[in-house]
């Protein structure tokens, strides 16, 4: 029986003895401990990997194109944040500057025709400039291969970057992984919607493909383990876990552990990969540019040849994580809302990253508003819960149907739709993505703003504020509230106003006429949107004052069902931060 010890998470480097520099007396890196530079941090193992590098005693300098997405972070103030694009070799070559290991996750999963070329690009760029700045060794995450196969342009790609990195100058460890079971990856999350959806399915011929998993706080073992790696080695290793399954015996044993029913599976031999992918991508919350290149490598049969890395980062002494096992470990991190990271960190491929202008009459054109206020019996922090917690299962508080229909005609189109969900259900950081939005700021306790990624003819922002009933601004200092603290808590005054905007600057004739396509609709969806979450927030309210509970604390029952009759609770306990919790959970 496996017990809530054996589902603890623990930092990898608890089992890397003598491989990695340790912490200091105080708990942190030591000033002089080795330069860890990591790449892709925003992305689903990179955000990962961060953390546990940080418990291994690693100094780590994160790199980001946009280093505001990074904020948020239990790690951030951790870590030095570089600014660069890993495509320019100038900007890269400052990053690498002084590292002992720098880690390449990077690649162009689904980002259209060309990203077997972008990727070659980036690599190479990557490579020359850890040549040239003298990195001890590149460490680097690609696909596992099966031999004497021609391969899918997913895995010919991976290959192909382990190759420019390997041929560098620079030692380099390229490790070599199948599907990658974790909670929030894209792989876990696409059998599990599977397996949970259809009790009964026809399927390709690939799922009777042998596949080896392995479990994502595995992978970030070797990760921050390869980093200790001698200096003449300069080769890739397959990795993988203990077990060697079909990928119907995956659904049938994920159906055992989630307690569903044994799954109805009938193999056909008419689904090819791209139908599959299409099939996959209506089933699942997986967009169909990122199931493509999934699907493409099921086909190839996927299992380690060789475990040669054990011979430099040893196995653990419990062994690696079974397939069983790490279903349990990510079921239990899905059920406690305690995701670290998800598929969707990453930005989506195409999607529109200008932030919002700070002044509405901005020279870049027309900027559309559609602005809302009004007064909400309840206090800033009853109100903020709600805010906080929109999208997702909780949904968006008018209109339920067309909501679905419009993300399903952005789905259609290529868009994410409403399929990606949240990360955390009650709390968000800047670049969670929230359905088919991206979080761009956010102030604890007064503002929410969210960036659109669908499919729109221009840029789309949805600004969410909490603001004084008096109408004063956040800095004054005239009343005897406390009202020092950023996440808005200590609020306990009512009532407030609730300011909602819309805001889209079109492209071309194309947005014009979209925006004056949807306006008419905008009093029933924003209009009704605004009324269900002022609604909440004030029954949230009543809730606290009924039981007594004059903290600011609030919960209740606020669900998001978005029909009009908003009952409870609305719930989103900051995150754990500090030494004890700054580490990701590794499953």
Do not use: K
């Not at 392995?214 to 003449?232: C, H, K, S």
């Not at 406690?336 to 919002?356: I, N």
């Amino acid at each position: 029986m496996t017990t809530d010890d054996d589902l603890a998470p623990e930092p990898v480097a608890h089992s890397l003895p003598g491989l990695v520099p340790g912490l200091g007396d105080d708990g942190r890196s030591r000033p002089d401990a080795p330069l860890a530079v990591v790449t892709g941090v925003t992305g689903y193992v990179g955000g990962r990997l961060v953390p546990e590098l940080l418990t291994a005693g690693y100094r780590v300098r994160a790199v980001a194109r946009t280093p505001d997405r990074l904020r948020g972070r239990p790690w951030f103030d951790d870590v030095e944040v570089v600014q660069a694009d890993a495509a320019d070799a100038d900007e890269i070559a400052v990053a690498l500057r002084g590292a002992h290991v720098a880690y390449y996750l990077i690649h162009s999963l689904g980002t259209g025709r060309e990203f077997a070329a972008r990727d070659r690009r980036t690599a190479q760029a990557f490579a020359d400039a850890a040549a040239a700045e003298h990195v001890g060794r590149i460490v680097y995450l690609g696909g596992l291969t099966p031999d004497d196969e021609e391969l899918s342009e997913h895995l010919a790609s991976r290959a192909e970057v382990g190759e420019i990195l390997l041929r560098s100058g620079v030692p380099t460890t390229v490790l070599r992984a199948a599907v990658i079971l974790g909670s929030g990856s894209a792989s876990f999350e696409m059998m599990r919607y599977l397996t949970e959806r259809l009790p009964a399915m026809t399927v390709p011929r690939w799922v009777e493909n042998r596949i080896q998993p392995i479990a994502v706080r595995d992978v970030l073992r070797y990760l921050v383990g390869a980093a200790a790696m001698p200096p003449d080695v300069n080769r890739g290793f397959d990795i993988g876990g203990p077990d060697v399954l079909t990928y119907r015996d995956m659904m049938q044993g994920y159906a055992a552990e989630a307690g569903l029913r044994h799954r109805v599976i009938v193999g056909v031999p008419l689904l090819t990969p791209r139908l599959s992918s299409l099939w996959v991508s209506l089933v699942t919350p997986v967009p169909g540019g990122l199931a493509r290149p999934l699907v493409g490598s099921l086909v190839h049969e996927v299992v380690c040849r060789e475990h040669d890395v054990a011979r430099y980062v040893p196995d653990p002494p419990d062994g690696l994580v079974g397939f069983r096992r790490a279903v349990r470990l990510a079921l239990r991190r899905v059920q406690e809302a305690s995701v670290a990271t998800r598929w969707s960190s990453a930005s989506l491929p195409g999607a529109p990253s200008d932030p919002l202008p700070s002044d509405p009459d901005w020279a870049g054109g027309s900027l559309y508003v559609d602005e809302r206020r009004v007064q909400v019996d309840a206090s800033p922090a009853a109100l903020w819960r709600v805010i906080e917690g929109v999208g997702g299962e909780r949904g968006w508080y008018s209109w339920p149907f067309a909501w679905q229909v419009r993300g399903l005609l952005d789905t259609v189109v290529g868009g994410p739709g409403l399929r990606r969900g949240r990360r955390d259900p009650g709390r968000l950081l800047v670049d969670d993505a929230v359905d088919w939005w991206r979080v761009e700021a956010v102030e604890p306790g007064r503002l929410l703003r969210l960036r659109a990624e669908m499919r729109v003819p221009g840029l789309a922002w949805l600004e969410l504020r909490v603001e004084r009933e008096d109408n004063d601004n956040d800095d004054d200092q005239g009343d005897d509230r406390d009202d020092d603290r950023d996440d808005g808590q200590a609020w306990t005054t009512a009532p407030v106003v609730f300011s909602q905007r819309a805001l889209f600057h079109p492209s071309g004739l194309a947005g014009q006429l979209y925006w004056w396509s949807v306006a008419p609709f905008h009093g029933v969806v924003f209009g009704g949107m605004q009324r269900n979450i002022a609604a909440a927030a004030e029954r949230a309210q009543r809730s606290m004052r009924i039981s007594g509970d004059v903290s600011g604390d609030v919960s209740g029952d606020v669900s998001g069902d978005v029909s009009g009759d908003v009952s409870g609770d609305v719930s989103g306990d900051a995150a754990t931060t500090g030494p004890a919790g700054r580490a990701a959970r590794a499953s």
